[in-house]
């Protein structure tokens, strides 16, 4: 309640101070103005590190990059041997052990004179050596 003999835009607070109304506002505005301009840099900051496209985000893709390159050296390697291993098989470049060790492992046969050693299958049900491989010094002339 206004006191007397002063004007209505003055009042005094609890602790006694005289303020103008309108001052509260300003007080208010002095406090809401940096806890707004807070709130808005840590949503800005948060979704700079963790959002969709933030440092976290950016952090993952590069190591999946990093992952898929490997894999594709990996497999561009792979491609490189199966290339080699055709080139000798073509006609104009036929290997003809490579053939034949080839031929022997798919059919499963063996030359007369060979020795045959026998491998325990390992876990996948294969023997151990993928192919049986002629002794040495049994191959006749052709």
């Known amino acids: 309640m ?25 007080r208010v ?18 979704n700079t590190v963790q959002g969709e496209r933030g440092l976290r985000a950016v ?6 990059v990093a992952d898929s390159q490997a894999q594709l050296a990996e497999l561009r390697a792979q491609r490189a041997r ?7 098989l073509r006609d104009s470049n036929l290997d003809r052990d490579l053939l034949e060790e080839r031929a022997r492992s798919v059919l499963g046969v063996v030359r007369e004179g060979d020795i045959v050693i026998l491998t ?14 002629p002794a040495a010094g049994s191959h006749d002339a052709d």
Not at 2 to 26: D, H, L, S
């Open 82 to 88: 199966w290339e080699h291993q055709v080139g000798l």
């Open 120 to 133: 325990p299958p390992d876990a996948t049900g294969r023997s151990s050596s993928s192919s049986s491989k």
């Open 59 to 64: 952090a993952q893709l590069d190591r999946q």
């Open 2 to 26: 206004p006191q007397r003999g002063r004007p209505i835009t003055q009042v005094r607070n609890k602790r006694g101070r005289a303020f103008a109304p309108a001052e509260g506002w300003r």
């Open 29 to 46: 505005r002095q406090v809401l103005a940096p806890v707004l301009a807070a709130v808005l840099a840590g949503y800005f900051l948060y």
